[in-house]
């Protein structure tokens, strides 16, 4: 795999820095996020694709299946696989099985509805394929008013199968909220019971998420917390990238600290429409669908969308702020879904300049997510989430997509 473009003699800056590296994108996403169905048994009140029910669009198996030929001709390295709630597609474990016997591997995430004593062990047994179990609060008060109720049993449940059936390193996947910063010590020790790695992304205003982020979302001091928390535990915590607008604090996270979407990154969605950005499911980040001429190839190389995607910005109104460099401008679709300007800054800028953006962010011309599939079928209204309690619970990404890679 080579860079489209040699970003580092192109751009004047220093070789061997993967932000100059990737900056231009590659020939094929490192990896990319692939929802097979929007069919889910729950009904998350953060549902980045606001997920429930099935869309009888969605690709048949054997368009599935020329999908994953495609994706191991341009060597891409895995796909993560979601939702919905992957494991419900009836021909999910045998799609599972093509992919990596075509040398793609696969990364799935899933609430663990389907993980029974006997999946456990097949999947064991595998070395191509890794599980993320999603997992939303330490503890079933907090878990459940997010997820629903039972999703904490049934999350406990899946990972005592996989730890029983003998597999170690799978992934114990958290959307970090307002209400469950404090528990990250719990959660590492929930993954450490199972012998399981804890991988934490950050909550997106995207799908259902829009409805909450207001509520959700961290706040500043817990912004920092958090942050504080990976300094001190981020070699062995996993965050897929997610929260490189936190380097404006001081030192840079670990990770690519950019915006990989179109340029490392994309999402197919389970009709085959590829988007940007796994957070960004909207017709302004559409790029084009894997049952056009060309297929998937086609639109990674040369949709219009993606081009632009990777020409370097000159960072607009964060440019002159000294942490730039840091943190880039932040999250791309946490910008877009909350009215703010592309090349503006991060809606939680460490620096405060996010909040100032906000508040002068006219009602009625923030985006709408592009699609709803939730179970109910009433118009889209807020989800508000009440966690009672009498005093805070005990303290507790996408793996990061350049995991194992490095710059000759």
């Known amino acids: 795999m080579t860079t489209t473009h040699d970003a580092a003699a192109a751009s004047g800056t220093r070789p061997g820095r993967l932000v100059d590296l990737f900056e231009r994108g590659l020939d094929a996403p490192i990896c990319l996020t692939w929802e ?56 999910f474990w045998e799609l599972v099985e093509y992919a990596t016997a075509h040398h793609v591997g696969v990364k799935f995430s899933t609430n663990g509805v389907k993980i029974d004593p006997a999946a456990a062990r097949m999947l064991a047994a595998s070395d191509y394929v890794d599980v993320q179990i999603s997992l939303d609060g330490a503890t079933a008060e907090v878990n459940d008013a997010v997820r629903g109720p039972g999703s904490y049993a049934t999350a406990m449940r899946a990972m005592r199968n996989l730890a029983d059936a003998g597999m170690s390193g799978f992934k114990v996947s958290v959307v970090m909220t307002r209400q469950n910063i404090a528990q990250l010590d719990a959660f590492k020790a929930i993954a450490d019971q199972f012998g399981a790695q804890l991988r934490i992304t950050r909550l997106r205003p995207s799908g259902r998420g829009a409805d909450v982020w207001n509520e959700l979302h961290p706040l500043p001091g817990q ?126 800028c460490v620096q405060g300049y996010g909040e100032a953006a906000l508040a002068a962010v006219a009602p009625g011309v923030v985006p709408k997510p592009g699609q709803d599939h939730s179970h109910r079928t009433s118009p889209r209204s807020p989800v508000l989430v009440t966690i009672a309690r009498s005093r805070p619970p005990e303290r507790g990404c996408d793996e990061s997509p350049l995991a194992g890679f490095t710059v000759s």
């Open 36 to 91: 097979l169905t929007y069919a889910c048994n729950l009904s998350c009140v953060h549902c980045l694709s606001s997920s429930g029910r099935r869309d009888p669009r969605e690709l048949t198996t054997a368009e599935c299946e020329r999908v994953i030929d495609t994706l191991e001709r341009m060597q891409v390295f895995y796909v993560n696989i979601g939702g919905g709630e992957p494991t419900v597609r009836p021909d």
């Open 223 to 348: 912004q920092r917390e958090l942050y504080d928390w990976l300094v001190a535990h981020g070699e062995d915590v996993l965050t897929g990238d997610s929260f490189f607008h936190l380097s404006a604090y001081g030192s840079a996270l670990p990770g690519l600290n950019l915006c990989g979407a179109g340029r490392v990154v994309c999402l197919i969605d389970p009709v085959g429409d590829v988007y940007a950005c796994p957070f960004a499911i909207h017709e302004s980040f559409l790029a084009g669908n894997v049952r056009d001429a060309g297929g998937f190839e086609t639109v990674w190389r040369a949709a219009p969308l993606f081009q632009r995607l990777r020409e370097p910005g000159d960072g607009g109104a964060c440019r002159s702020c000294g942490h730039y460099d840091s943190c880039r401008g932040g999250c791309m679709a946490a910008k877009f879904f909350t009215g703010l300007p592309l090349d503006g800054p991060d809606p939680e």
